[in-house]
Nanobody
Framework: QVQLVESGGGLVQAGDSLRLSCAAS??????MAWFRQPPGKDREFVAA????????AYADSVKGRFIISRDNAKNTLYVQMQNLKPEDTAVYYC??????????????????WGQGTQVTVSS
């Protein structure tokens, strides 16, 4: 199973930006995504990207503020987060659907998950 390691989280103020990275232990052939779990809430979809044609999808709550991208040569997934809000506070997880190359937004579509990185946005 592919190992995923997130990095780039931290404590920022509202309006700031952060870029999260997710490094895979081997070449990734499938669709990838970011999910997050706010304190006391269920895990929720944030953004997704397909393997070959770079199609993207976003949750309404982050559309226009977050940009997902991937560098297949580096086996790395990114999310650029801008204009962060306190409600973006969560543990952010990257996910990989190694055998599915399309665009997926359901947690059940993904078979590899990172350990998560904390993002805290203060008001």
């Amino acid at each position: 199973q592919v190992q995923l390691v997130e990095s780039g989280g931290g404590l920022v103020q509202a309006g700031d930006s952060l870029r999260l990275s997710c490094a895979a232990s081997e070449r990734t052939f499938g669709g990838m995504a970011w999910f997050r779990q706010p304190p006391g809430k269920d895990r929720e979809f944030v953004a997704a990207i397909s393997r070959f044609d770079g199609r993207t999808a976003y949750a309404d709550s982050v559309k226009g503020r977050f940009i997902i991208s991937r560098d297949n040569a580096k086996n790395t997934l990114y999310v650029q987060m801008q204009n962060l809000k306190p409600e973006d506070t969560a543990v952010y997880y990257c996910a990989l659907a190694q055998y599915l190359t399309g665009l997926y937004t359901r947690a059940t579509d993904f078979d590899s998950w990172g350990q998560g990185t904390q993002v805290t946005v203060s008001s």
